[in-house]
């Protein structure tokens, strides 16, 4: 189907990740924090899908899936700390974290 | 079929910058899911159709939606001082320039060496089915398990605390305050 070679494929990925990292130690609010990594997952598992269609096994998309399972359970969960930390202390600066009392 | 999958690509980064810089979260989120529903149609050019229809209806339509719930629940929209001193050129130009220079070097390893094609073939959504429940079944399993202590998990986080924190604590006085 597709003729570009692997290593365009990889870097593409790596920009991905590379894009979710500087978010993540960018940004200080925590829903852009959850966000990036978001985007490093999903290039993560793009890499599994890349590489598995090389090779032309399915792995990489089983891959793939546990993968998005993992991913919707720490969003659910993340969100649901981000609710509380909300609620406690009216701020989503990840930084209003850093007295660890009340 | 090469065109379509450059396009996607520099569509799914440049949608992912703006992502994490833009100052307003929904807007943030919606470019999250332009760079999501690409990232699908280069999943879908590399042939694994079932993963592109997956990335579309779990990501982009379940994940984010927890999402934008969430933000719009919480009605933000202000941004901090610290991440405005953040997102100035001088504090990030050095580290970019280092950065670069690995790229660079990255870009010419990759063209100097040897490259293949790939994604010549399709692989069809039931033999990743197949293989889902043969040989990964415990995984499967494994990863219901870990579904289910999302669900325990968000619910007790998620439930509203009752008002007194601490029995030495009154209700919304002064601990809040010096706390914010």
């Known amino acids: ?102 | 079929m090469n065109s379509i999958f450059y396009i996607a690509a520099s569509v799914a980064v440049l949608s992912s910058v703006m992502a994490i810089t833009n100052r307003n979260a929904i807007h943030a989120l919606l470019y999250l899911i332009i760079s999501l529903l690409s990232v699908s149609v280069v999943f879908y050019i590399l042939g694994a159709p079932l993963i592109a229809a997956l990335e579309v209806i779990v990501y982009a339509g379940a994940i984010m939606v927890l999402f934008i719930f969430v933000v719009m629940m919480l009605n933000i929209g202000m941004e901090e001082e610290i991440e405005k001193g953040w997102l100035t050129p001088k504090m990030w130009i050095v580290p970019a320039i280092l950065a670069a220079i690995l790229m660079g070097i990255f870009i010419y390893v990759l063209k100097v060496f040897h490259t293949e094609t790939t994604g010549t073939e399709i692989i069809s959504p039931k033999d990743v089915g197949v293989s889902l429940f043969t040989t990964y079944l415990i995984a499967v399993e494994i990863a219901g398990v870990l579904l289910l202590a999302g669900i325990v998990g968000a619910y007790h986080l998620g439930r509203q605390q009752k008002k007194v924190i601490h029995r030495f604590l009154v209700k919304d006085g002064s601990d809040k305050k010096e706390v914010t």
Not at chain 1, 21 to 48: T, Y
Request: no cysteine; net charge neutral; charged share 15%.
């Open chain 1, 1 to 102: 189907m597709v003729t570009v070679s692997m290593e365009m494929q990889i870097l593409f990925a790596g920009l991905l990740f590379l894009t979710g990292l500087v978010g993540f130690l960018v940004r200080r609010n925590i829903i852009f924090m959850l966000m990036s990594i978001e985007i490093m997952l999903n290039s993560a598992a793009l890499v599994f899908v890349i590489a598995g269609s090389h090779w032309m096994q399915t792995d990489g998309q089983v891959m793939f899936i546990f993968i998005l399972t993992v991913s919707a359970a720490e969003v659910s969960v993340g969100l649901a700390l981000i609710l509380q930390m909300y609620h406690h202390f009216k701020t989503l600066d990840a930084d209003a974290l850093k007295k660890l009392r009340d």
